[in-house]
């Protein structure tokens, strides 16, 4: 992430958020987007007391779910922007079992049960999916074809999801061979002109 501060550094002024039990943050496990959406809404207290009145949020891969679930929440924000998010926690899992043929279901099955007897709430109902429907402020979902850990599938759905949107814009990176977390040197002026224009 710190080449995406780099690009945007000198227009903008930046807070880097690590989510729970991830980079510098701690915490033993993440909660999929549970508790991190209420840190997003932190920071954004923590911003507005500072005097910021303007706030975007970009985010990837967990992050970009977690940003879109803040966006669809708080009124604060005013424009997002997501690179490599999920659209959907059940549908994740089943890309992530693949390999495990006809164990597949009952696996997802198990974690979501897991995940609501440790967090206490559902992960079926932490869906950027469900909660792109709901903006209608700026949105710039990006990702890679040949993403090897979220599936193209997921940003398709989130496309679908805002297609009542008229301020939504997508960057499909689909001829350059970019893995997760690779971005290309169009992305980050892609990126930077979308805060602009909407912030």
Partial sequence: MLSVALALHQDFSLLLLDMRSFGKSGGPYTTLGIKERMDVRKAADYLKERGYGNIGVFGFSLGGAVAVLAAADDERIGAVASYGSFANLPLLGKSAYRNLLFLKQPMVALELLWARILFRESLSRVSPENAARRLSIPVFIAHSAD????????????????KDNTRAEFYFM???????????RDFYTRLKEFFLKNL
Avoid: C, V, W
């Fill in 147 to 162: 993403d090897e850990q979220i599936p193209f599938e997921h940003t398709l759905r989130l496309k679908e999801a805002l």
């Fill in 174 to 184: 689909e001829n350059e061979k970019a893995l997760h977390g690779e971005l290309s």
